[in-house]
């Protein structure tokens, strides 16, 4: 008889198998037993956990959102700072994080298939993940420029600030490509953080009317 940790093991892996086919051939795209195959289990073990396919692509898009967000314990940190050491320290940290990991990683697909195609998941994941953590960041933006967190121009701050990193996160070949040199260039005493930060303040700062 299997234990709680060999059954949580089974979730875990069932996720993975699953996340790894969604992102490389879409929902529709793959089977359960598929999944069941490249998990190397039972299609019972995935009917338990999981129930239906559906179900089971939730899970996954919530798991690869998980990883993508800041924690509570990474938030309660940057509550401690003043608000311009916080937005330093987040660009700098977000960063490091996209050098980390690969662009081809199922999380990033899973998540950026969704955001172009959304399923019937997309709601939740905004409520859940997405809103919350752009609130956070625009709250920190926002007390920089002096400006409510819901201000047009404080929120067009933030997707400024996602925007850049995600290019530079994730399309580095493409930047490589089209501007050979600025890449390491940035790289240099940390210039790329300094950029970032002042190009986001500046926006925040600027009034949506001029």
């Not at 953590?133 to 996602?162: L, S, Y």
């Not at 995600?166 to 600025?182: E, Q």
Request: glycine share 4%; with cysteine; charged share 25%.
């Amino acid at each position: 008889m299997g234990t709680p940790k060999d059954s949580e093991k089974t979730r875990a892996k069932i996720i993975e198998a699953a996340g790894q086919l969604f992102a490389e051939r879409g929902f529709n795209g793959v089977t359960v037993r598929e999944i069941v195959q490249k998990a190397v289990t039972h299609l019972s073990a995935l009917n338990y956990h999981f129930r239906t396919k559906e179900a089971l692509y939730r899970e996954v898009l919530l798991e690869a959102c998980r990883d993508a967000s800041l924690s509570p314990e990474d938030q309660e940190q940057l509550l401690r700072l003043e608000p311009r050491e916080a937005l330093y320290v987040l660009i700098g940290e977000s960063i490091k994080n996209y050098q980390k990991q690969v662009a081809s990683n199922w999380q990033t697909i899973i998540i950026t298939r969704e955001c172009w195609k959304p399923s019937s998941v997309f709601k939740e994941v905004v409520e859940v993940y997405f809103k919350s953590q752009t609130d956070f960041i625009a709250d920190i933006i926002g007390k920089i420029a002096d400006k409510p967190a819901n201000d047009h121009q404080v929120r067009f701050a933030v997707i400024v600030m996602i925007g850049v990193l995600d290019t530079f996160g994730l399309y580095g070949h493409l930047i490589d490509a089209i501007a050979p040199g600025l890449t390491d260039q940035l790289n240099k005493r940390n210039l790329h953080v300094k950029q970032l930060f002042l190009l986001v303040t500046q926006v925040a700062k600027t009034s949506i009317e001029e």
